[in-house]
């Protein structure tokens, strides 16, 4: 059994996670059952990410499409929106995989952010034989709903450039962090966690690949700021516990560290060993996003290539530190606690 806060908190808070919350769509395009878990029913989504313009939440994801016992079959991302967390329009395929001529195969995880006006896409993908293995593109839209095109020509990040990786995938999960003062940062890995800053044209690097130490990390990297505070949350592994990904996080009085790590806040997704966090604020409220394997859709059966979104409330303590997140069926459609 594992033994992590989240368990604790989840036995003593006496969480039902067996409510029922009925589809209630109000209109074509809405398409989650009103806040409850998972988010969509009209398709497998995995490895979420969100983004705030104005008065509206985007929430990227990559659309599982793994049939019968296939791992991962991705072939595109999808995006969804909400003004109030609880409707949500689905907008459709945002860009496919093999939208960057370069690649081949694979719409792994991906995070969109705004700078210069315009929306920036950085998603893994499988590169074509001239660089093997995963890498890392860019693709740019003037509308957060796409369409997304490839804004460089070739791979931003590709496995040649890290050859410090154990394995050809070590270079997935972007993910983007813009300062106040505009400067960007890229932040991804599998196995490693990597960083570089970026130029201001969110296209080039702008200085060396750097590695931020983490204990049990395996891929997943998310940054938010909190009062000040920079929080790396990424999938972590203890093997000799489990072989299911949990959520663990460090804090930061910079984005270059020093990172102190400060444990684990979520346990594993039901039905699926991999799990990937964003964590938002949105009008006022922190929310935290993962996927589980808990969907069956038109007869199939979720699971690790055929997972659903989800989100929770966040909560911090006093010391900035992250309470232990429950994973419920009410999700957010549940009051925030006092
Ligand atoms: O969706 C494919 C991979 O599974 C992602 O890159 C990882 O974060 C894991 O969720």
Redesign the pocket.
């Known amino acids: 059994m594992i033994r992590s806060g989240w368990m604790q908190a989840c036995a003593v808070a006496g969480v039902s996670t067996t409510a029922f919350f009925a589809m209630a769509f109000s209109g074509a395009a809405q398409v989650a059952p009103k806040g409850g878990n998972p988010l969509f029913t009209d398709a497998f989504t ?2 979420p990410a969100a983004l705030v313009v104005k008065d509206t939440l985007y929430l990227y994801v ?1 659309h599982d499409q793994a049939t019968g016992d296939e791992m ?1 079959t ?1 072939r595109e991302w999808l995006v969804y929106s909400t003004e109030d967390m609880k409707t949500w329009q689905a907008h459709g395929p945002i860009m496919k995989a093999t939208d960057f001529k370069w690649a081949v195969r694979d719409s ?2 991906s995070q969109v952010v705004e700078s210069n006006g315009k929306f920036w896409l950085y998603a ?1 993908v499988e590169h074509d034989k001239t660089h093997p293995g995963k890498a890392i593109g860019v693709a740019v839209s003037d509308s957060p709903t796409g369409p997304f095109v490839d804004a460089r020509g070739s791979a931003l990040i590709s496995n040649d450039m890290t050859p410090q990786g154990p394995h050809t995938w070590d270079d ?2 972007p993910t983007v962090y813009i300062e106040d003062d505009g400067t960007a940062w890229l932040i991804w890995g ?1 196995a490693n966690c990597y960083y570089a800053r970026l130029k201001p044209n969110m296209t080039e690097l702008d200085g060396p690949i750097q590695q931020i130490p983490l204990p049990k990390y395996v ?2 990297p998310w940054i938010h700021k909190h009062a000040q505070t920079y929080y790396l949350t990424y ?1 972590s592994m203890d093997k000799a516990v489990s072989n299911d990904e949990l959520i663990s996080y460090a804090t930061a009085p910079s984005i270059t560290g020093p990172w102190t790590y400060r444990g684990e806040i979520s346990g594993p997704a039901e039905n699926s060993f ?3 966090p964003a964590i938002v604020e949105f009008k006022g409220q922190p929310y935290f996003f993962y ?1 589980n394997g808990k969907l069956t859709l038109n007869g199939e059966k979720g699971g690790l290539g055929r997972r659903a979104v989800a989100v929770e409330h966040l909560y911090y303590n006093t010391d900035g530190t992250i309470k232990p997140i429950v994973h419920t069926t009410e999700g957010v459609s549940a009051p925030r606690q006092k």
Do not use: K, L, V
């Open positions: 995995a490895d990559g991962f991705m792994w995880a893994a997935i999960d599998n891929e997943g999938a991999t799990i990937h996927h």
